[in-house]
């Protein structure tokens, strides 16, 4: 039991640093309460079940490759500088488009699919524990993503409560400050997975 409520632990701790999925998290439910941003951090939770499963079915090998990784750092650094700009861009306190339910979902997965820090950390895990049974790593993903579903929730729970508590122009400050860190964090990415392709070659 100690060594479940370890990976209970450690999907809480992979899951609180402030990551692209995290900022639109507490984007929705700053505008728009709990449900719509918990069903983004569920959307990144299914992001999490997608990679142990190409994982537990051959391709850690093949993720492992640094090329593979720098690809997705391009297309994921892509992605978020134009999600972070655009959002920024259409931003009004009158008129804000947002996704339905399952739309959130799956702004929430493609999140966490093209965050190469989730790629790492999974198979950072996946490393660790490949020794021991299939049924361990099972029960080891199984923990990992309660624990991942738990700040998700817990999140959601926060910044919907708290939004209550901010006035229109600090929100709207807020929204356009998460957007362009959105953008920020695409660029560093771009970055990283450009510079492997100069500077390896």
Same mark, same amino acid.
């Given at each position: 039991?100690?060594?479940?409520?370890?990976?209970?632990?450690?999907?809480?701790?992979?899951?609180?640093?402030?990551?692209?999925?995290?900022?639109?998290?507490?984007?929705?439910?700053?505008?728009?309460?709990?449900?719509?941003?918990?069903?983004?951090?569920?959307?990144?939770?299914?992001?999490?079940?997608?990679?142990? %499963?190409?994982?537990?079915?051959?391709? =850690?090998?093949?993720?492992?490759?640094?090329?593979? $990784?720098?690809?997705?750092?391009? /297309?994921?650094?892509?992605?978020?500088? &134009?999600?972070?700009? $655009?959002?920024?861009?259409?931003?009004?306190?009158?008129?804000?488009?947002?996704?339905?339910?399952?739309?959130?979902?799956?702004?929430?997965?493609? %999140?966490?699919?093209?965050?190469? =820090?989730?790629?790492?950390?999974?198979?950072?895990?996946?490393?660790?524990?490949?020794? &021991?049974? /299939?049924?361990?790593?099972?029960?080891?993903?199984?923990?990992?993503?309660?624990?991942?579903?738990?700040?998700?929730?817990?999140?959601?729970?926060?910044? =919907?409560?708290? $939004?209550?508590?901010?006035?229109?122009?600090?929100? &709207?400050?807020?929204? $356009?400050?998460?957007?362009?860190?959105?953008?920020?964090?695409?660029?560093?990415?771009?970055?990283?997975?450009? =510079?492997?392709?100069?500077?390896?070659?």
């Amino acid at each position: 039991m100690e060594s479940w409520f370890h990976f209970l632990l450690l999907g809480l701790a992979l899951s609180t640093p402030v990551g692209p999925a995290n900022l639109e998290m507490i984007k929705l439910g700053m505008n728009r309460g709990f449900y719509l941003s918990w069903l983004v951090g569920l959307g990144d939770v299914f992001s999490n079940l997608f990679f142990m %499963l190409i994982l537990l079915y051959g391709l =850690s090998d093949w993720l492992a490759h640094e090329w593979v $990784r720098a690809i997705f750092s391009i /297309i994921g650094g892509l992605f978020l500088i &134009q999600l972070g700009l $655009r959002s920024n861009m259409t931003i009004s306190l009158l008129s804000v488009s947002f996704p339905d339910p399952v739309s959130a979902m799956m702004k929430g997965f493609c %999140l966490g699919l093209i965050n190469p =820090s989730d790629l790492l950390s999974w198979l950072g895990i996946y490393s660790s524990i490949s020794q &021991q049974s /299939i049924d361990f790593i099972w029960s080891a993903f199984a923990w990992l993503l309660l624990g991942s579903c738990l700040w998700n929730s817990l999140l959601s729970f926060a910044v =919907s409560h708290c $939004r209550h508590f901010v006035k229109p122009t600090l929100l &709207q400050i807020f929204m $356009r400050g998460a957007s362009l860190l959105l953008a920020v964090y695409g660029a560093s990415f771009l970055i990283r997975g450009v =510079s492997h392709f100069i500077f390896s070659g």
